[in-house]
């Protein structure tokens, strides 16, 4: 089977502790993990910075490596901590994410939608705030999963351990979040 992994820089792997984007190595990436645990392939479609696409040239390129990936077994998407960080209202991101799911044209079951880990206090977090707006998104993204028939799986519920920005998933954190995703697969919990 193929997973196509379709997020941001949680994805990427990216380290906070580098300067220019780098990735923590393949065995502390949550997508690398994941793969060895399932048996399956899987394709790391993270970058670093990703919103929720709603531009004509980030959907083409969506479309595009859709069309280049095929056969894709499954989806898994993560994405809108950064629509939160460039300061866009909860709302409007479940609103985003709804429009960019309607348009997918792969059968519903083989979308997961992933509520990413609730942001902490950190260095690109500085209030509350944002971490009550993080925790709102998945609360948003399970109604709408609910509502299109697309499985839901609630990584907020998971206590993945971040890095000092408050945003990146530590080499533990990923290890933790494959764990749980993987769980999550085969056990639909």
């Known amino acids: ?12 792997g990216y380290d906070p502790r580098s300067f220019f984007g780098s990735q923590y190595p393949a065995q502390h990436r949550w997508v690398d993990l994941l793969a060895g645990q399932l048996g399956w392939k ?19 390129r969506f479309d595009l490596m859709m069309t280049n990936q095929q056969p894709v077994d499954l989806l898994l998407i993560m994405l809108g901590s950064n629509d939160l960080l460039q300061d866009n209202g909860v709302a409007d991101v479940v609103k985003r994410m709804e429009s960019f799911l309607q348009r997918i044209e792969l059968d519903k079951s083989k979308i997961v939608l992933i509520g990413p880990p609730p942001m902490q206090l950190g260095e690109w977090v500085p209030n509350q705030s944002l971490i ?6 998945n ?19 998971w206590d993945i351990p971040m890095t000092f920005d408050g945003v990146h998933f530590t080499e533990d954190g990923h290890k933790a979040f494959a764990e749980r995703l ?3 697969l085969n056990k639909g919990e």
């Not at 089977?1 to 990427?12: A, E």
């Not at 609360?139 to 519920?157: C, M, N, T, V």
Request: some cysteine; hydrophobic content about 35%.
């Open 139 to 157: 609360h948003g993204y399970k109604s709408l999963a609910e509502r299109l028939g697309i499985p839901f799986a609630d990584a907020g519920a």
């Open 132 to 137: 009550d707006a993080s925790k709102e998104l």
């Open 1 to 12: 089977m193929k997973i196509l992994c379709f997020s941001d820089s949680n994805t990427y």
């Open 182 to 184: 993987y769980d999550y």
């Open 42 to 60: 899987a394709v790391n479609a993270g970058e670093n910075g990703r919103e929720v696409p709603t531009r004509e040239g980030d959907l083409l």
